[in-house]
């Protein structure tokens, strides 16, 4: 039976790199007695995985874990399998919800679509009329390099769903996934860029993630 | 949770910012109102190898113990951060509460190896103590010292206001309430020194005066303070049976270099080596109860989720219960998915069985330390290891399907010859006929031999305390001989830096004039000298003309039986008399039956525990 675990990654564990942060969760399930199932040949390890890892120094409220579990668990029992994970969490860690996967549905890297972040400036450098000019552009235009060393232009506007200011702070929800990925901060430097910042100016900002999404009847819904 | 001291400007440019971020699963953070002493424990490295050291997690755990104290970490920060503090004038800071260093009360440092020598200094200019003890100020924490190195506690004399000599769960506690006595009745920095004078162990570099003779050696080591001993001997716990184990550790984010929990089996060993200063400063061997261990396993895997344990000790098949405590190990930690590591084994057919047991034959390798090629070199050490069982272990081995070995020598050893050298190579080509001698259906690929060799440091409290130590141009013509006569087709050669060597000799042996030195060469730049990328000998170079000291005045020296050594007011049980005369059956290639098989009066007897009172079997 697989679990999808929701849970956050707040405060100074923000600095610890993907692989560690794996790390770290494989002996904080060992230390909860979580019953993860092993995988099978020589080196065997925790079968879980993370729906889209966070980069270092970002912070998540809404990050996503599909775990396999060594039996079948009921309602009750995910319950208290999330207070003994969350016993076990370090600081900022905290395991939110726990769902059971429906037979066959899609593991959560494979489905994740899209991202809602916050981003917060240290400088008022843009305001409301920026933004909306911004997101009036018809393409935003980058060139990707791809791994023969060719660029290609490529247009982000469509896969910005959706961009607002809200006390200050960026809004954004993003494309995510396989197909189509974009970082907030590739979006913060264009608009930054947009907005006539000077390039090289040292731009002070923090980016929290408050949600992944997967597709759901045409919809975006929580992971 | 507590507000990080770098910004996240910072951090993120930093290599691992992880190194200075404090709050792992673990870890135990004491507001600093609501205790009376405070501690900052340091090992002067970079935090994943510090985070690997037993004896740290122990002092952390004993001081945290307590109520009335708290225990907080500290390490060196790694080039790119050391950089930043120095530019941004941002003063270092312990991981658990992030404040400054100097806002402690104690400042403890374990020593481990000399090449740490000018990070001790770096932790000390970067939070802004002063490096000298004599101009530390009330406000300045009090700086103590313990380890391995702090045997010779006299090349950083300068530096340290206390050091402890021994186990610190005997008398650290002590250490603290004196503290806490001392802060109470409003007494100086100087009052608590000279308080902590009555405490067993415990030597404060100010109460003594050293004075040379025209040739350099020492005249005189004399108590300048009526409260002062003229021997301090090192402390020790009699009996482990019941002793206190830090049982949840710390479990670092990133991966320190040793990245599981340990088990402590004893603490000692019986075997004699001549050139091994652990062998003889941790005398008498003392074992732990096997029901002791069982438990610490236990709670271990509990409280840390570790996936792999090591068995900790210098000489792990010499643990009397090394069988059934092995079989409780791989019983309850293959449910729990736990690997179990076994270093520290000598190769044979017991520890063989064993290793099949826990370790995946095809992919690891064993190691043998013969240290030495010749059987007249490995009688000089005393090794007590004949070609016959270092062959035979290794056709075992490869019998039972490993085809990857390292083995471990050194070059330099006293009353070495270039035959001895040559030995080295013939060794190890033996070992690899013994792979060729099993029928070619039985093994597994070509055979990978490694062959490390290390230069011969001479270390206080060791029968070579007295020996000169090669020269660099000694040390190199044997190193090209050496590679000159092995067969690279199927083995692979490796070596250390001479002058790395050489300069560890003359940390190693230093009296307290080495203090200067090493302030001279942190001042010319050097830090992290234990580590090749940054060892620069340019800035030892310059210290030693700073300084007028002879390098070889301390390593390529013999010393006389009369010469009053730098660190001989240190009585570590094992007496100067056994010393000499293991000294002397070495040159002459005699051996000495380890303390298993007879007793020879070492000393250590005086602290009438462990191996010495217990029955020979």
């Not at chain 2, 005189?220 to 009996?239: G, M, T, W």
Request: proline residues 5%.
């Amino acid at each position: 039976m697989k679990a999808r675990l929701k849970f956050t990654k707040t405060g100074p564990i923000r600095f610890v790199g993907h692989l560690d942060f794996m790390r770290t969760l494989q002996k904080l399930f060992r230390r909860a007695g979580i019953p993860v199932a092993y995988s099978e040949g020589f080196s065997p390890h925790q079968n879980f995985s993370i729906a889209a890892p966070l980069p270092v120094g970002t912070t998540s409220e809404g990050d996503y874990l599909d775990m396999q579990l060594t039996h079948a668990f009921d309602k009750g029992e995910l319950a208290s399998l999330l207070a003994k994970a969350n016993q076990a969490a370090p600081p900022g860690v905290r395991f939110l919800t726990a769902r059971i996967l429906e037979e066959g549905e899609t593991a959560g890297m494979a489905a994740v679509a899209a991202s809602s972040y916050v981003v917060e400036l240290q400088d008022s450098l843009v305001d409301a009329g920026i933004l909306q000019a911004f997101m009036d552009q018809e393409q935003i235009l980058v060139l990707k390099i791809n791994k023969k060393g060719k660029s290609k232009e490529q247009d982000l506007r469509p896969g910005i769903l959706a961009f607002d200011l809200e006390d200050g702070k960026l809004h954004m929800t993003l494309a995510t996934g396989s197909v189509f990925n974009i970082k907030p901060e590739t979006v913060l430097s264009l608009l930054l860029e947009f907005a006539g910042t000077p390039a090289g100016q040292d731009v002070h900002y923090r980016v929290h993630r408050t949600e992944l999404y997967r597709q759901a009847d045409g919809k975006l819904v929580p992971l | 949770m507590q507000e990080l001291r770098l910004s996240d400007e910072i951090l993120m440019h930093l290599e691992k910012p992880a190194r200075y971020i404090g709050n792992e699963p673990n870890m135990v953070w004491k507001s600093p109102e609501e205790v009376d002493v405070r501690l900052a424990v340091c090992f002067p490295d970079v935090y994943e190898i510090g985070m690997s050291h037993l004896g740290l997690s122990i002092l952390y755990n004993q001081v945290n113990k307590r109520t009335d104290a708290s225990c907080e970490r500290v390490f060196s920060p790694w080039p790119d951060l050391d950089k930043v503090l120095r530019e941004k004038d941002i003063p270092l800071f312990a991981l658990e509460s992030q404040q400054d260093v100097r806002s402690f009360d104690l400042l403890g440092f374990t020593v481990q190896y000399e090449m740490s020598y000018t990070n001790i200094l770096q932790i000390l200019d970067l939070s802004k103590i002063p490096l000298l003890a004599s101009e530390r100020t009330p406000e300045d924490p009090v700086v103590c010292a313990g380890g391995p190195c702090t045997y010779n506690p006299e090349p950083l004399a300068d530096f340290v206001d206390f050091f402890y000599i021994g186990e610190a769960e005997v008398a650290f506690d002590q250490v603290l309430d004196l503290y806490k006595q001392n802060k109470e009745r409003g007494g100086s920095r100087e009052d608590y020194l000279v308080s902590l004078l009555d405490v067993e162990g415990i030597y404060v570099p100010r109460f003594y005066d050293v004075a040379y003779k025209e040739d350099g050696t020492i005249a005189s080591f004399r108590p300048n303070h009526p409260k002062a001993k003229s021997r301090i001997q090192k402390r020790l716990v009699v009996d482990l049976k019941g002793l206190d184990f830090p049982l949840d550790p710390i479990v670092p984010y990133i991966k320190p270099v040793h990245d599981r929990m340990v088990l402590e089996l004893f603490r000692g060993c019986s075997r004699g080596c001549r050139f091994c200063q652990a062998g003889m400063v941790y005398r008498p061997v003392r074992n732990k109860p096997l029901e002791d261990l069982a438990a610490q396993a236990d709670a271990l895997v509990r409280n840390t989720g570790h996936d792999e344990m090591s068995l900790v000790s210098l000489s792990s098949s010499d643990y009397p219960q090394l069988q059934p405590l092995a079989e409780h190990l791989v019983d309850s930690c293959g449910q729990e998915h736990v690997n179990l590591s076994l270093p520290s084994l000598r190769i044979d057919s017991m520890s063989l069985s064993l290793m099949e047991k826990v370790q995946d034959v095809r992919k690891s390798s064993l190691t043998f330390a013969p240290e030495a090629g010749s059987q007249r070199m490995r009688d000089v050490i005393n090794k007590g290891l004949t070609e016959e069982d270092i062959l035979g272990g290794a056709s075992a081995a490869f019998a039972s399907g490993w085809n990857r070995v390292k083995l471990y020598f050194m070059l330099g050893l006293p009353t070495e010859h270039m035959e001895d050298v040559e030995a080295i190579a013939d060794l190890s080509q033996k070992i690899v006929d013994c792979y060729h001698h099993i029928p070619k259906e039985q093994r597994n690929g070509p055979v990978s031999v490694v062959v490390s060799t290390s230069f011969f440091v001479p270390k206080p409290f060791t029968p070579f305390q007295w020996c000169a130590q090669d020269r660099k141009e000694d040390f190199l013509s044997k190193q090209r001989l050496l590679n000159g006569r092995i067969n690279k087709k199927r083995i692979k050669y490796n070596s250390h830096d001479a002058q790395t060597s050489v300069l560890e000799g003359v940390l190693a042996r230093g009296d307290r004039r080495v203090g200067a030195l090493v302030l001279a060469a942190y001042r010319n730049g050097a830090v992290f000298d234990a580590w090749t990328e940054h060892f620069s000998y340019g800035c030892w170079a310059k210290a030693f003309e700073q300084t007028g000291l002879d390098p070889l005045f301390y390593s390529a020296r013999e010393r006389s039986r009369e010469e009053i050594l730098p660190w001989e007011f240190i009585d570590i049980g094992v007496t100067k008399k056994f010393l000499w005369e293991e000294y002397e059956r070495a040159v002459n290639a005699h051996t000495t039956p380890n303390c298993m098989v007879d007793c020879v009066h070492c000393g250590a007897g005086v602290f009438k525990g462990g191996i010495c009172i217990e029955s020979k079997a």
